[in-house]
């Protein structure tokens, strides 16, 4: 271990996991501290494992970023293509969001969101339209991405 | 694996997910071997978390009902982690507690 920020440092904030915990247990349900924790180590190292499965799924489709089609043949590669259907619901959920959010904005660059599945540009880990609210505004890094007008 | 309630946070199909994406981009961003990933793919993965969050809670519950108890404690999970194939990526973070004895055949204090 070299670097000072091991991945078992960046964990999900603590009121975040409680909520997504309490949700999945019944009302009268407790949860003692060394679970929740076990939660907390659990979660970061699952997003690191779906990456990296992802990423191979990705470099065997010959491409080098991460796309929607490789992160769901992942979930079938680990054994977990039960959350598929949700996730599916999940992407047109998404796409709506983002088109509304766009239309909001009414750019004149009026990009169609069956782009965004083609967009193979050198783009560091981007998260374009999340909902604010569930974001971590703390880092601002910047993004070089040739096609969003970066507007604050 | 159990099959989740439509109830749940982490089952509301809204588009947004309750995970910070800047946290999950932070952790994908530590794996040097990953170039670049789009930003649906970021949230995918994010929704993802939440279900398989849901998916270890419950599994970990349902030991905690065997023991008739209504906390769910560590050793709960542990025993989900051993009992689960999906789970054996989580072997060596959640491995079952065990207790520590001196050994027998060596030399005693």
Same mark, same amino acid.
């Given at each position: 271990?070299?670097?000072?920020? &091991?991945?078992?440092?960046?964990?999900?904030?603590?009121?975040?996991?409680?909520?997504?915990?309490?949700? #999945?247990?019944?009302? *009268?349900? #407790?949860?003692?501290?060394? =679970?929740?924790?076990?939660?907390?180590?659990?979660?970061?190292?699952?997003?690191?494992?779906?990456?990296?499965?992802? *990423?191979?799924?990705?470099?065997?489709?010959?491409?080098? &970023?991460?796309?929607?089609?490789?992160?769901?043949?992942?979930?079938?590669?680990?054994?977990?293509?039960?959350?598929?259907?949700?996730?599916?619901?999940?992407?047109?959920?998404?796409?709506?969001? &983002?088109?509304?959010?766009?239309?909001?904005?009414?750019?004149?660059?009026?990009?169609?969101?069956?782009?965004?599945?083609?967009?193979?540009?050198?783009?560091?880990?981007?998260?374009?339209?999340?909902? &604010?609210? =569930?974001?971590?505004?703390?880092?601002?890094?910047?993004?070089?991405? =040739?096609?969003?007008?970066?507007?604050? | 694996?159990?099959?989740?309630?439509?109830?749940?946070?982490?089952?509301?199909?809204?588009?947004?997910?309750?995970?910070?994406?800047?946290?999950?981009?932070?952790? /994908?961003?530590?794996? +040097?071997? /990953?170039?670049?990933?789009?930003? $649906?793919?970021?949230?995918?993965?994010?929704?993802?978390? %939440?279900?398989?969050?849901?998916?270890?809670?419950? $599994?970990?519950?349902?030991?905690?009902?065997?023991?008739?108890?209504?906390?769910?404690?560590? +050793?709960?999970?542990?025993?989900?982690?051993?009992?689960? %194939?999906?789970?054996?990526?989580?072997?060596?973070? /959640?491995?079952?507690?065990?207790?520590?004895?001196?050994?027998?055949?060596? %030399?005693?204090?």
């Amino acid at each position: 271990m070299s670097d000072t920020t &091991t991945i078992e440092d960046l964990d999900f904030p603590k009121a975040v996991l409680t909520r997504v915990i309490k949700s #999945s247990l019944p009302e *009268n349900i #407790s949860i003692q501290k060394e =679970a929740r924790h076990g939660v907390a180590k659990a979660s970061t190292v699952f997003v690191s494992y779906l990456a990296a499965t992802a *990423n191979d799924c990705a470099r065997e489709s010959g491409h080098k &970023t991460i796309m929607t089609q490789d992160v769901l043949k992942a979930l079938e590669a680990i054994g977990l293509g039960d959350f598929i259907d949700r996730l599916k619901a999940d992407l047109d959920a998404f796409a709506i969001k &983002t088109k509304e959010k766009k239309k909001v904005k009414s750019t004149d660059e009026d990009e169609d969101i069956e782009d965004v599945e083609d967009e193979e540009e050198d783009i560091s880990v981007v998260m374009d339209v999340a909902d &604010t609210s =569930a974001m971590d505004v703390d880092d601002t890094e910047s993004i070089d991405t =040739a096609k969003r007008p970066r507007t604050e | 694996m159990a099959a989740s309630e439509a109830n749940t946070v982490a089952a509301a199909a809204t588009g947004t997910s309750n995970l910070p994406a800047a946290r999950v981009r932070r952790i /994908i961003k530590e794996d +040097k071997d /990953i170039f670049a990933c789009g930003s $649906e793919s970021l949230f995918l993965i994010s929704r993802a978390t %939440e279900y398989f969050i849901d998916s270890l809670v419950r $599994e970990s519950y349902e030991f905690s009902r065997l023991d008739k108890r209504k906390t769910v404690q560590y +050793k709960d999970m542990a025993k989900a982690v051993q009992s689960i %194939e999906q789970y054996d990526f989580l072997s060596d973070i /959640i491995p079952p507690t065990v207790s520590v004895r001196k050994p027998a055949t060596t %030399e005693t204090q």
